[in-house]
């Protein structure tokens, strides 16, 4: 089994390089490191695998057969994809049209790290993948919402128009270790800001909230997305809902922090409520996920730790 992944060097991608290589596969990982880190890598000497570094909106040769290809290249947290909104969109357009195209010519099953961004500041809670999303094409928060739409356009017109074997996966807020500490999200803010004894940022009145899955929760529903024959969008991600700022409350105890929150104005078009309908991973993957919001923090909290010790 030959797999190439689309930004395998970052936070995602890394971890389902970890996941594709345990089963056996063999990975050619595609990175231009915009915002992913080959020390995410680092830590494989696999014979099976290959970083190749590539931007995904130019064309790339593969030689050989290939059996899938994961497009997971993309700038993902607000930071990134709002310092570079033309290279996300480029991602999103050209990038999924050239590795679309790279499955067509090897024969290989597609799959789309799609967002659930796609859905905007939706107005149906939870959100199920029947939902159109409602979305500012024109905001700040359109070059990532928009590319992953004309993302999700592209591979469903080629698996109507060509027959190709694609499938869309809508990725809810994850987390855990590998997330860059300057992400910009809610996870590696919150809890860098309580270790460091600093404040703690909480946007608007913190009544918003998310739903946050941990990272080998989502893997393994990619990895049995992949493996399925379903071929409509599927959402991935924990369907239990919390305030923001509740989960800088539960930061703050599991940390043991004393800072205190303070409160930032709420950025434009931030969505008010994110929680995943995951009934359709439930019926068609036997998916759901395991790990608890406690038990992923305390690990990711354990990874951080580990990193400012070692100066990383």
Not at 46 to 60: A, G, K, M, V, W
Not at 250 to 260: C, F, N, P
Request: charged share 20%; hydrophobic share 40%.
């Amino acid at each position: 089994m030959r797999i190439v992944l689309t930004g395998g060097a970052g936070f995602i991608g890394s971890h389902l390089c970890d996941r594709l290589l345990a089963d056996g596969a063999h990975v050619l990982c595609l990175d231009n490191l915009l915002t992913g880190r080959a020390d995410n890598l680092a830590h494989i000497s696999e014979p099976r695998f290959e970083l190749r570094r590539h931007d995904i909106t130019t064309p790339i040769e593969v030689a050989g057969p290939v059996d899938y290809v994961l497009h997971f290249a993309s700038a993902a947290s607000p930071v990134d994809y709002l310092t570079h909104p033309i290279k996300t969109l480029k991602a999103g357009a050209l990038g999924t049209w050239i590795t679309l195209g790279l499955a067509k010519a090897k024969g290989a099953r597609f799959l789309l790290a799609s967002t659930s961004e796609v859905y905007g500041d939706p107005q149906v809670s939870p959100q199920p993948e029947t939902y159109w999303g409602n979305v500012n094409p024109v905001g700040p928060r359109g070059c990532y919402d928009e590319a992953k739409r004309f993302a999700e356009a592209i591979t469903m017109a080629y698996y109507r128009a060509h027959g190709l074997n694609t499938a869309i996966v809508r990725i809810f807020n994850t987390y855990g270790p590998r997330m860059r500490q300057e992400d910009g999200r809610v996870v590696p803010t919150l809890l860098n800001q309580a270790m460091r004894g600093e404040p703690l940022t909480v946007y608007g009145d913190g009544t918003q909230t998310r739903s946050f899955c941990y990272i080998t929760d989502l893997v393994e529903g990619i990895a049995r997305l992949v493996r399925s024959d379903v071929h409509e969008p599927v959402n991935l991600g924990n369907p239990q809902e919390i305030t923001i700022l509740e989960f800088a409350r539960k930061v703050l105890a599991i940390t043991g922090s004393r800072s205190e929150i303070v409160h930032k104005p709420l950025p434009q078009d931030d969505p008010v409520r994110r929680r995943p309908d995951i009934t359709r991973a439930r019926t068609l993957l036997g998916w759901e996920p395991r790990v608890s919001l406690e038990d992923g923090l305390r690990r990711t909290l354990e990874w951080f730790t580990a990193r400012v010790g070692s100066h990383a």
